[in-house]
């Protein structure tokens, strides 16, 4: 088990910098309303999923983000925080979480502050800090968010089988994509998994992506395969407002 919990946090980590793991697995689960997606009735109220992603505002923004990572279909390790997107570089507070069906006394919980040059980053117990702050650099190839509208538009490429039409997702209507990505389509999109799939031989992954009338994507899931074991991230953004001010810790 604790194998599997640092494990599940390391792919959070991954999926909060790069958008995704380093290899695939089985396609994940169609949502359902217990997942916080579902489907909407009449095919009439869908938008065009391709306009909104066209005029998506580009201007700066906050959003409250939860990356919720499982083996099998036990939940491990959560990460939560809100993150400013859009700008020069992504910046945020975050917590990153083991879940209950991790043994008391393997379990963590840490602090992480993103500024665009490095990370800080501390333990914490249900009673606060007890760790001091950990400085890491960032560089051109560890730094940034993945551009989540991109793996929209990759989806959308893959032709009609990939429209899944209007649901709800954290309920707001959304327009589900969904299909299976190969290791050339990220060359561009996302080069750190790109290198970590050339680097394990992985060759695709299932991916679904829910993108809102803002043309913002505001769920999105994937499935993976780690040390053996099947595993899924469910990312989801909501609370959209002007960015926060982020700063190194004093």
Known sequence: MR???T???GIAA???LTGCGASSAEKAPAPTSK???SATSGADS???VEAALKNADPAPYSAEIRTETYTGSTLMVVMAGRMNLNGSGPTGKL????SDSVPEDQAFKTETILLEDATYTRTLDD????GEWQRAGLD????GLADYGAYAQLLLDLGPEARKGQEEAGGVPAYRLSGSLTQDQLRTVDRRLYDKMRATGTKDFACDVWVNESGRVVRFEQSLEVSGNSARNVVTFKNFKAPVPVSPPK
């Open 95 to 98: 917590t990153l979480t083991t």
């Open 35 to 37: 997942s916080g997606a």
């Open 127 to 130: 009673g606060g800090a007890v």
């Open 7 to 9: 494990a599940a946090a």
């Open 14 to 16: 991954v999926v909060l």
């Open 3 to 5: 194998h599997m919990a």
């Open 140 to 143: 051109s190839s560890s730094a």
């Open 46 to 48: 869908s938008f065009e």
